[in-house]
């Protein structure tokens, strides 16, 4: 069975440019949610997707968004970046809405 | 929305002692309530999850209890290990914000052997 997998691993930008982060889904989960996590603190829920529309969004302004593919892979888009954009961006997939949700590795995304 | 609360933000246990957790939450129709392991560099790693209609869950050494009228729930861990070292993060999901996860702050759990 196949976890759940994202990349790159990490990545630099500077502001006001764009990122893609690529999460595939573990093997028969439907359901991926993104999530943000500064240093030191706990994750932060950014949307969920779920048969590719977007199912629930947390605090995150619209410059963040996001697609679920066919095969429940899913790519999360930040724009105009700012400083405080820096930080690990986890993906996390789940069979069912509202079923245990399992973490990939995350994308370290560091903003200069 | 949902806040969850997480208390003691670190704690240090000798190996072999037990270690206690414990989260608040405020939306009483929060019902799923997951705890997860993050050690340094790596991702969260479900550990153990208690859903509304129960009160406590065990799974070898660890233990979820839920109390919903008090709104708080606690992770317990027996005869610790250096292995347990980590961070902790409790969180909560249902009812309005059905597959948001909303995570404490996290507690670093130091074992000392």
């Known amino acids: 069975e196949t976890g759940v997998t994202q990349s790159p691993t990490h990545l630099i930008k500077t502001r006001g440019q764009q990122v893609t982060l690529r999460c595939s889904s573990q093997?028969?989960?439907?359901?991926v949610s993104w999530y943000q996590q500064a240093l030191g603190q706990g994750p932060q829920f950014i949307f969920q997707?779920?048969?590719?529309?977007?199912?629930g969004r947390g605090n995150f302004p619209p410059r963040f968004s996001g697609l679920q593919f066919p095969n429940y892979s899913s790519e999360l888009n930040v724009n105009a970046l700012e400083l405080d954009d820096s930080a690990l961006y986890l993906c996390a997939s789940s069979s069912i809405q509202g079923g245990p949700q399992h973490f990939g590795d995350g994308t370290r995304l560091s903003i200069l | 929305g949902e806040n969850v609360e997480q208390h003691p933000s670190t704690l240090s246990v000798q190996e072999g002692d037990s270690a206690v957790i414990k989260c608040t939450y405020s939306?009483?129709?929060?019902?799923?309530f997951p705890w997860y392991k993050q050690e340094l560099g790596k991702r969260p790693q479900l550990i153990i999850d208690i859903r509304s209609n129960v009160g406590e869950k065990k799974d070898q050494r660890i233990a979820v209890t839920l109390n919903k009228t008090a709104k708080h729930f606690s992770l317990h861990i027996t005869e610790t290990q250096p292995e347990d070292s980590a961070v902790y993060f409790c969180a909560a999901a249902g009812g309005t914000s059905y597959g948001k996860l909303t995570f404490g702050q996290g507690t670093i759990l130091t074992v000392h052997p």
């Open positions: 997707y779920y048969r590719e529309e977007e199912n």
């Open positions: 093997s028969g989960h439907n359901t």
């Open positions: 939306d009483s129709a929060s019902n799923y």
